[in-house]
């Protein structure tokens, strides 16, 4: 069989299992004893191997096989769950996600995978306890029917639907029980929702089972209904159907069992298919493309109608402007992605970090379901990492420092996503020791950045600037941890190239916290059209303050350089003749003012007159441009001028 026509799909399905596996042995570390977390690792690791099987990967299949056998032991409570478990688990993990890469390079799993075989075979994984343990039982007495289902059962009594006891059995000379099973499960499908079978689905699929087995199922049909249905399956020989009905003494016979994360409405909903369709992400930039297109042809159209003045015109283009706006808003919500595709990667990281470093740290996440469009999420995923490793290693201190400092000895991380307006917010913050500006101060003057009076005379706000300053960095030695010397210059870099900007808000043993502001899409924005000298440029809306008036009589020197008052601030005066070498025909004495901002931070833009506020398609300027660093990219007109559009960011 030729599989290399499913090898883009293994890989995307493989990401999503391991990601999965990642975050609920991560559930485990914390809840070893939940049942149904260690039943969903079981369940990936199980599709994995047979995925991988299904494509001829033998060592992914090995690996997986592997840690299937030792879940296995666990859930039979063959095995405890210890933290020397989890380690090995989690290398099994880094394992198969190093496998998929070289995958997706090469074809082929070629990586070495017999030491973790070894490890997780060892007893130094394991610590045997009683095979039959009373209290961590998963069935009662009452048709093996565990407190999950009685929720379910009690869920679906309420709503008019009936809980069925479904035995099959199958005829011992059938060649495929596990075939003839499929069908039978597929069969229940159609009338209702199968909650639960014995033996379990994957020892079906692998017919791990005799001749029997059995499923419960709720349904509105009636016994003889579904039983007509199932025996008329060839290979059949019987079919026992038992109504469980929910009583008092079912309810009552509740146990305490580890709780379960999910509600009963939602894990009737999980068993249903996912409406959803995996589309290519070329397809969408292509549709993305397309749109912007039509934009443009839609603004040229306007230009052209505002000479017309054809009333049929003028209510077709307008029209046709509700149409494009509906079309851009859809193709924009399909190519919005949540940010917990970046933040799933933060719990197994700080796990990992926090143990090398001996720091105990608790992460938080919040708005995890904020969306974004892909082209930010695919670049903002290396800042964050490295904000993230900046507040373990700089920020959290040491249990024993944070005690000493009447902290509680497990330091606190916060990752944040809300929505602000057209913007994405991102904050990194934690509880630790905030930033020590007297080591920022001797860093400064030991690189020979400042003089020492210099240095003394920086605000803190200065000397926090400093940190972004290529090649600066606190760190007293080199290490992986953070940035290995780098300093946070790549992270202001990478958010600015996204048309971003970033602040930071301290104080010393409070803790740090890192504002990242990001707009939520990179392709299609609101400008203000403006014109200098004979040409027309684009300022994005999102970083323009306000617009005001000036006079020539306004303008001071400070230190040789020309400034003006604005809201009782001085603020630097920016002449775009200068900075964009256009010549100046005369200068009048009154001009205009586009104030500007970035963070905290405003300028002034010289410019000689408004044209107005438009949507705009920012279209790159190529390879052979990328270093011109004021102008972000070009825009078609309605007139079919290009105008470039200036980088604010790249201005101060």
Do not use: W
């Amino acid at each position: 069989m030729d599989t290399n026509q499913y090898l883009e799909i293994f890989l995307e399905e493989s990401e999503e299992h391991i990601e999965s596996l990642n975050e609920n042995l991560l559930q485990l570390e914390k809840n070893p004893e939940d049942s149904h977390i260690i039943d969903e690792i079981f369940r990936s690791a199980h599709t994995l191997k047979g995925m991988a099987a299904t494509m001829g990967f033998e060592n992914m299949t090995r690996l997986t096989h592997k840690m299937e056998d030792v879940l296995q032991e666990i859930r039979s409570n063959s095995i405890k769950v210890t933290s020397n478990l989890m380690d090995v688990l989690f290398k099994c993990i880094d394992a198969l996600s190093s496998m998929t890469g070289i995958i997706s390079e090469s074809g082929n799993d070629s990586y070495d995978i017999e030491n973790l075989i070894e490890l997780l075979g060892t007893n130094n994984t394991k610590e045997e306890v009683a095979a039959t343990n009373i209290e961590n039982s998963k069935s009662l007495d009452n048709n093996n029917i565990n407190v999950y289902e009685k929720d379910i059962i009690e869920k679906a009594a309420s709503q008019g639907y009936k809980t069925y006891s479904i035995e099959v059995v199958i005829d011992k000379n059938c060649v495929m029980k596990s075939a003839r099973a499929f069908i039978v499960f597929n069969t229940l499908d159609n009338l209702g929702d199968i909650v639960d079978s014995t033996p379990s689905v994957e020892d079906i699929e692998d017919e791990k089972f005799d001749d029997r087995f059995t499923v419960h199922l709720i349904s509105k049909h009636e016994k003889d209904d579904i039983k007509s249905k199932l025996i008329s399956i060839s290979e059949i020989k019987n079919i026992n159907i038992e109504e469980l009905l929910y009583s008092k003494e079912i309810k009552d016979n509740k146990r305490l069992e580890p709780a379960n994360n999910l509600s009963s409405d939602d894990r009737i909903k999980h068993s249903k298919t996912n409406k959803s369709v995996r589309v290519d992400i070329e397809r969408l930039d292509n549709l993305m493309n397309l749109v912007s297109e039509l934009i443009i042809i839609k603004t040229r159209l306007e230009g052209l109608e505002s000479n017309e003045k054809n009333p049929d015109t003028i209510s077709t283009i307008e029209y046709l402007e509700r149409i494009t706006t509906n079309l851009h808003d859809a193709v924009m919500k399909v190519r919005m992605v949540p940010v917990e595709r970046v933040f799933n990667r933060f719990p197994r990281m700080v796990r990992d970090l926090s143990r090398e470093l001996n720091k105990k740290i608790t992460l938080n996440m919040y708005g995890q379901d904020t969306e974004v469009d892909r082209t930010v999420i695919d670049e903002i995923g290396d800042p964050l990492v490295h904000l993230m490793r900046n507040s373990i290693d700089h920020g959290i201190e040491t249990p024993d420092v944070r005690v000493k400092k009447g902290k509680p000895e497990t330091g606190v991380i916060n990752l944040k996503a809300y929505h602000e307006g057209n913007n994405v917010i991102i904050e990194v913050s934690d509880d630790g020791s905030g930033i020590n500006f007297e080591k920022v101060k001797n860093k400064a003057y030991e690189k020979g950045m400042l003089s020492a009076d210099e240095v003394e005379e920086l605000s803190n706000e200065k000397l926090v600037k400093l940190l972004f300053e290529p090649g600066f960095s606190t760190s007293d030695t080199i290490s992986d941890i953070s940035g290995r010397g780098v300093g946070l210059d790549v992270v202001k870099n990478k958010i600015e190239s996204l048309n971003g900007s970033i602040e930071v808000k301290t104080e010393v043993d409070k803790g740090t916290k890192f504002i990242i502001k990001l707009p939520l899409t990179l392709a299609i924005i609101q400008a203000l059209l403006v014109m200098v000298g004979n040409e027309k440029y684009a300022f994005p809306l999102n970083s323009i303050s306000e617009i005001v008036n000036k006079n020539k009589n306004e303008i001071h020197l400070v230190q040789g350089k020309e400034v003006v008052m604005y809201r009782g601030k001085v603020i630097p005066l920016i002449r775009l003749h200068n900075v964009l070498d256009l010549k100046l025909d005369e200068e009048s004495d009154n001009f205009i003012c586009v104030i500007i901002k970035k963070g905290d931070n405003l300028a002034a833009c010289s410019v000689d007159e408004l044209i107005g506020q438009q949507e705009i398609v920012i279209k790159p300027l190529g390879k052979y441009l990328s270093n011109v660093k004021i102008i972000a990219g070009a825009t078609i007109l309605g007139d079919g001028q290009v105008a470039l559009i200036i980088d604010s960011n790249n201005l101060f």
